[in-house]
Structures are given as C-alpha cells and as structure tokens.
C-alpha cells in the first residue's frame, strides 16, 4: 500500500533555529517525492521534488530509501516560513499516477 | 496565479442537498485532479481525468462525482450532504496523464470552501 506519514501535526520553533519537518513513506516501486506549501489556507504549492535536488527558499530534502524518508530541512526558520507543509509520494497504481499526501505538518515559527 | 480557476470561492449549504463545483484548469492542461481538504483527514486524493476520461479514483464517496467536459473544465458533484462534507476542495491540473514523471508539474487552484450546515 501507498502510505505518506507526517508524524508531527505542529512544530513550534523560534526564527533563526533549525527546522527538520519529517516524512516517511511506504511504497513498493520506485518512489518519487515532493514536498508542497500551504499558506494560510491558499493553494498548494509545489515546493521541492527529490529528483531535482534543489534547495528552494532555504530548504532541502534528500531521499533516504534506506529509511524511506524525505525529511524537509532548514538551517535558519524565518517567520515567513510559517504555513502547512506537506509531503507527497508519487504512486502508480494499475497503470495510473496519483499523489499521496501525508496529514501535513503546520510550521509556526516565532520571532 | 498557477492559472487553475475554481468557483464558488465559499459556499454553504444545507444538509441533504446538492452542489456543483467547477474547476477550469491551466490552459494547455489535460489532467485534472479533484482533492478534499478537512480537517480530520487532511488532503486526500478524489478522483483524476485526462482528455474527458476518468483515469484514477481514490476515497471519493458515492454520494459524490465528477465529470470532464470537451472544453476540459471539470465538475464535482457532491450529493446528499452530509455536515462531515464541510471541506475545502481542490482542483489541479497538469499537462500530462502522469502528473509527476518528465518534468510534469500539478498545480492548484485555490479551492472551493464548502460548509454544510
């Protein structure tokens, strides 16, 4: 089964500390994983994705297939980093794609 | 602006009826994609079209469907609510069938906040 877990639904840090917002994901073919940002309840937007490698706004994530994690990372949290991150596997299921997004993690940082 | 159009905005309505929502995807895109968004069970997957066609289902209730016209928008239809129905629902789009692989990129629209009462 397909399966994205955020096991933290908030993480609370101070502006200029690290943040690290957890993924795991459970799947049996070949995974593709992104991470996607929500602020205040507008659209997502599609932040990251492991192929590319890149680091947008300061994050980065590397695939961890031994441990089958895509862990968000920041070194320095701003304030506007506050919003709804969510992680999502690309599935392929009886020939289709679909993204499955974990319950998401809210980031709140504080100045 | 990712260029996916959805409407209404808000909506709220009564317990039993019915509603339409509609979604306008990115010009050029032949994917559309519906999600829900509720508190309690975060953003999950409803069902995908490409060119007209449903292509994959995931959790999406009877009670509920959709449909892709020629012109390429999409509607959901969502049927004997239920106050558990109260959500935001999303539409995205992406060029291809495959939404991630070669470059392909699903983009939102900004959603369609539905309250039953």
């Known amino acids: 089964a397909q399966r994205v877990t955020q096991p933290e639904k908030l993480l609370s840090v101070f502006k200029g500390a690290p943040v690290e917002l957890k993924c795991n994901y459970s799947y049996s073919g070949s995974p593709e994983l992104f991470w996607y940002v929500q602020y205040s309840r507008q659209r997502l937007q599609l932040l990251l994705r492991?192929?590319s490698r890149e680091s947008i706004k300061g994050f980065t994530a590397d695939l961890n297939k031994g441990e089958t994690s895509f862990h968000l990372k920041k070194p320095f949290a701003q304030e506007e980093d506050s919003a709804m991150y969510y992680c999502?596997?690309?599935?392929?299921?009886?020939?289709?794609?679909?993204?499955?997004f974990g319950t998401g993690t809210r980031l709140l940082v504080s100045p | 602006d990712s260029g996916v159009t959805q409407t209404p905005k808000h909506l709220i309505t009564a317990t039993g009826q019915r509603v339409t929502l509609r979604c306008s995807p990115r010009s050029g895109d032949l994917s559309v994609y519906w999600y829900q968004q509720s508190l309690d069970q975060g953003l999950q997957f409803l069902i995908q079209?490409?060119?007209?066609?449903?292509?994959a289902k995931g959790n999406i209730l009877e009670r509920f469907s959709a449909q892709q016209f020629p012109d390429l928008h999409s509607e959901l239809n969502l049927s004997s609510l239920e106050l558990g129905d109260s959500a935001l629902y999303f539409c995205?789009?992406?060029?291809?069938?495959?939404?991630?692989?070669?470059?392909?990129?699903?983009?939102f629209g900004e959603g369609s906040w539905l309250t039953v009462v």
């Open positions: 999502a596997l690309n599935a392929v299921s009886t020939g289709f794609q679909k993204l499955v």
């Open positions: 079209y490409y060119n007209g066609e449903e292509r």
């Open positions: 995205a789009s992406s060029e291809a069938g495959t939404p991630i692989s070669s470059g392909n990129t699903i983009y």
């Open positions: 492991h192929i």
